[in-house]
């Protein structure tokens, strides 16, 4: 990049983008209070009704084949096509989609998968035990799936840190 | 680039500093203004910009602060900035087909930055130059210098490979300082 471009690039830099109004901010406030007393009514019987829901989900589970349950729908976002049907694919916004195994008896289906690559970093050469010369890349991701009841439309969802860590062999051909 | 580097650092350290802090405001404080011009390049208004804004931090206060640790959240909150924007734009879509709606894409009088102390005529200029960049290219320029996003996050975030984010990245800057050599040389 010429100089030219890297003074614009400083200039841009110091620009600092409009604060927040405060109107905004009282809604945030709002929320996150909503959030807090929401949580306090509701307390005292979400307890019975996540035991219920828990049983419910184990009496489900052993009905269903390990082949055939979420899990290993789970692992095909991960690792591309399985055996079960699901296969994963590039969608919008090159996020990885899943179109969820047809056999599944689960109300909730998997529905995307989202990798965010939040750190990377390379931590240089390293001697693998047997001489060779081998590069070291770290890589921290986030990996979040998003799940659907098609029949009621509810959804949920879950994030899961990651760290990767790769290393390469060097070669000086 | 060494600018933006050196905002990254103070960013994550700010951040460990406030990292056990238990006061949204604070975040609020130091990521609000660049979210909220994130969210103003996939949005079609300011009040849009601002509700998805508020979505996605309430969604990250609540259900994702405790996985960025004392990382840089930066990423983590763009990424649901945008998936707010997203969600929202599949709403209006759907609204759109009952009501008819202008496509604007800034509001009469929006300011995107603080105003300079002096020199604001600059500030103008480059606003205005930043404003007429094609959004893909300005969408880059936004998530690069005020979302301190490297190429590789850009281009996950968008769904492109780091090499055309860069290219997008190089046109937007060459864009604006035509458009600003014009406007000089007329002015």
Not at chain 2, 153 to 179: F, H, P
């Amino acid at each position: 990049m010429d100089e030219d471009l890297k003074d614009l690039e400083e200039e841009l830099a110091n620009l600092r983008p409009a604060v927040v109004q405060s109107e905004l901010r009282a809604r945030v406030a709002r929320r996150l209070d909503q959030r807090l007393a929401s949580n306090l009514l509701r307390v005292w019987w979400t307890f019975p009704a996540a035991a219920a829901l828990a049983f419910g989900l184990v009496l489900e589970l052993r009905r269903i084949e390990p082949q055939k349950s979420g899990f290993s729908t789970i692992a095909s976002v991960q690792g591309g096509a399985d055996s079960s049907g699901a296969v994963s694919r590039m969608g919008n916004g090159g996020r990885p989609q899943v179109e969820p195994a047809a056999e599944s008896a689960n109300e909730f289906k998997p529905i995307e998968a989202i990798d965010l690559l939040c750190a990377k970093s390379d931590e240089g050469a390293v001697t693998l035990e047997d001489g060779t010369l081998a590069r070291r890349t770290s890589e921290s991701h986030l990996d979040t799936i998003f799940w659907r009841d098609p029949g009621s439309g509810a959804s949920l969802y879950w994030t899961v840190p990651r760290d990767e860590i790769r290393v390469i062999p060097v070669n000086f051909q | 680039m060494t600018l933006l580097r050196a905002n990254t650092i103070r960013s994550k350290t700010l951040m460990e500093e406030i990292s056990d802090h238990d006061s949204w405001q604070i975040w609020f404080q130091r990521y609000g203004p660049r979210l909220l011009l994130c969210a103003r390049q996939w949005t079609r208004s300011k009040s849009d910009a601002e509700d998805v804004v508020q979505e996605a931090f309430v969604r990250f206060w609540r259900n994702q602060r405790s996985l960025v640790g004392r990382g840089d959240p930066l990423p983590l909150l763009i990424t649901s900035v945008r998936r707010s924007s997203i969600d929202l734009a599949r709403r209006n879509s759907r609204r759109a087909n009952r009501e008819e709606r202008s496509q604007d894409t800034s509001s009469e009088g929006e300011r995107f930055f603080e105003q300079l102390a002096k020199d604001d005529d600059r500030r103008v200029a480059l606003e205005s130059a930043l404003n007429r960049l094609p959004a893909e290219q300005r969408e880059v320029l936004v998530l690069k210098i005020w979302g301190e996003l490297t190429f590789d996050e850009i281009g996950s975030q968008l769904g492109l490979s780091s090499n055309t984010v860069a290219s997008r990245y190089r046109y937007g800057l060459a864009g604006m300082r035509k458009e600003l050599s014009t406007a000089n040389s007329h002015g």
